[in-house]
């Protein structure tokens, strides 16, 4: 049976013991809390905490490079991850951060892996403080070229198909930028925030209103997405999933490499 690319809190509620099932909790924020701060405070019954920074690479574009192949390994090893484990990646931000995962554990060969559908909120109780002890995983990192995969040359010569831009309205039109060097956003891309993909309870819309919004984009047959640094813009490649919809791309480096650059920048709303 398929497992994801989500999961409900009834079908987690009633695996959460399975042996061949961890649950992650990948909270992160971007200003003002800590992930772990907050994971500690309460979290669900035997999730182990994975930390952004952990599988987040030191050398590359943008603020959240890749990780190499042997730093992902071992941290999924030390969450207790196994060739075989269905994971479950949890946030408190509509999937936003949880995604990242998600796509990160597809990127090096794991096909067994999903976000829970709502969140923290979409859970609710019981939460638990106590951090497990959990044995080490045997997983195994096998990365292979992805063409989903763009940086900054590829994105400048990309032609075809929409750059899209996962973040909030403000920041694309440059009216506010908390952390990277220039407002604004990359000339040409269309403004869609990954937040649009969920409906008023947190959770991801249904295939056929998420299809919609992509074909609206001009996006059916696929698009680049970016974000300030590459984690939220994974949101929309799960959506695109979810929607059944093909090739949708990353630029990894996205805006904080964009913006770091001698590069056209455009503000205001799209043409």
Not at 10 to 29: E, Q, S
Not at 82 to 91: E, G, I, M, S
Not at 130 to 152: I, N, W, Y
Not at 197 to 212: A, H, I, M, V
Request: charged content about 25%; hydrophobic content about 35%.
């Amino acid at each position: 049976m398929a497992f994801g690319p989500l999961v409900e809190t009834d079908w987690l509620r009633k695996h959460l013991r399975d042996g061949g099932v961890r649950v992650i909790d990948f909270r992160w924020y971007l200003q003002g809390r800590n992930g772990r701060d907050e994971y500690e405070r309460g979290h669900l019954p035997g999730a182990v905490f994975v930390d952004l920074e952990d599988v987040t690479g030191r050398e590359g574009a943008g603020r959240h490079p890749l990780p190499t192949t042997s730093q992902f390994e071992r941290e999924m090893r030390r969450a207790g991850v196994d060739p075989n484990t269905k994971v479950v990646a949890y946030d408190d931000a509509g999937g936003s951060v949880a995604a990242r995962l998600w796509f990160l554990l597809g990127l090096f060969g794991h096909r067994a892996q999903a976000v829970l559908d709502g969140g923290l909120q979409a859970w609710g109780t019981p939460l638990e403080t106590e951090v497990p002890r959990v044995q080490a995983g045997a997983f195994k990192s096998r990365r292979t070229h992805d063409p989903r995969l763009l940086d900054f040359e590829a994105v400048r010569a990309l032609r075809g198909i929409p750059l899209i831009d996962a973040r909030a309205g403000e920041r694309y039109r440059g009216e506010k930028e908390p952390v990277d060097p220039k407002a604004g956003h990359i000339p040409g891309a269309l403004s869609a925030p990954f937040s649009e993909n969920l409906g008023p309870d947190g959770r991801f819309k249904s295939p056929l209103e998420l299809r919609r919004r992509y074909e609206a984009l001009g996006a059916e047959n696929g698009a680049v997405f970016y974000c300030g640094s590459g984690v939220n813009a994974t949101h929309h490649l799960l959506a695109m999933e979810i929607a059944g919809l093909p090739n949708a791309g990353l630029y990894a480096g996205a805006w904080s490499d964009w913006s770091r650059r001698d590069a056209p920048v455009a503000t205001g709303e799209q043409p």
